[in-house]
């Protein structure tokens, strides 16, 4: 059974969504008899399943049944039906990500390839500085957006949290939102988190022609959510959820396999912090 503590409202749409997909084809139901039964609208099916909507009470009834679920998969579906109709907890962050935010938290394992400091590394006065830029975000906003993103960090990167593989383009380092001293204590964080047990931190050098590496092309972060794979892929006004995750994965084995080792990725931001430290002296 599913603990109200384990999921937010978030999570437990989308995973009633897979679930109830699942219990779906096992059952070899046609979509378009499961979509006719849940009523509404065409196509409310497809957004219980992706986990846009939460399912009604009735739909639920209706699924257990048609479906010719266990006793305990009725109990699990109706556990994580009552947790998704609650109204998630307001938070100072952009509409596109909040699912992402919650799978985040979610994940066991999280692989990110950047060529910019992605959010869950970045300090609150780095990520005030980064937003600001944004075209969809008001400037009375960027406080909050800007510490709740820091929050969300500290929440996932940490000591004890999931394992996270790290690969930087080394034109992250030159970044200066804020100016050098930002970029400098930015810079600076990032090497603590480099030393938590828990994260693998590599950076593409110049010098590996990181340019024409396709993982930085097209930058995204791997979740590993319940054994399963998903890669997230954010552009300036929407975002995606890709479960054919695969050519994703091996875009970013190959871009870890041509970055720098652990040790020589350390000093090269080490040199970069140095150099920020004589500039601002």
């Known amino acids: ?29 046609e979509f378009g008899e499961a979509d006719r039964a849940v009523g509404g609208y065409l196509g409310k099916l497809s957004k219980i399943e992706t986990g846009s909507i939460a399912p009604r009470p009735q739909d639920v009834d209706w699924m257990i049944a048609r479906y010719q679920v266990t006793s305990a998969q009725a109990e699990e579906m109706r556990s994580l039906a009552t ?3 609650r109204r998630a907890k307001p938070a100072k962050t952009l509409s596109s990500s909040r699912q992402y935010v919650s799978l985040e938290r979610r994940a066991t394992k999280i692989a990110m390839v950047y060529n910019e400091i992605p959010g869950l590394l970045q300090t609150a006065e780095f990520a005030y500085t980064a937003l600001s830029l944004s075209p969809v975000i008001v400037a009375a906003d960027l406080p909050g957006y800007a510490q709740e993103r820091a929050e969300r960090g500290a929440r996932v990167i940490r000591a004890d949290g999931p394992e996270v593989r790290i690969v930087l383009g080394e034109d992250a380092f030159d970044r200066a939102n804020g100016g050098p001293d930002v970029l400098r204590r930015q810079l600076e964080h990032l090497r603590e988190v480099a030393e938590m047990p828990n994260i693998d931190f590599r950076v593409l050098a110049r010098s590996t022609t990181s340019g024409i590496v396709p993982a930085l092309v097209c ?32 875009a970013f084995e190959q871009a870890w396999s041509l970055a720098a080792s652990g040790e020589e990725s350390k000093a090269i931001l080490d040199r970069r912090i140095a150099d920020l430290i004589d500039t601002g002296e």
């Open 1 to 29: 059974m599913v603990g109200d503590d384990d999921f937010d409202p978030v999570i437990a749409r989308l995973q009633f969504g897979e679930l109830a997909r699942q219990l779906r084809e096992a059952a070899r139901v």
């Open 83 to 85: 947790i998704a109709r």
């Open 219 to 250: 930058p995204y972060t791997l979740l590993e959510v319940d054994s399963k794979t998903l890669a997230y892929v954010e552009t300036l006004t929407r975002s995606d959820y890709i479960k054919a995750s695969a050519p994703y994965v091996f």
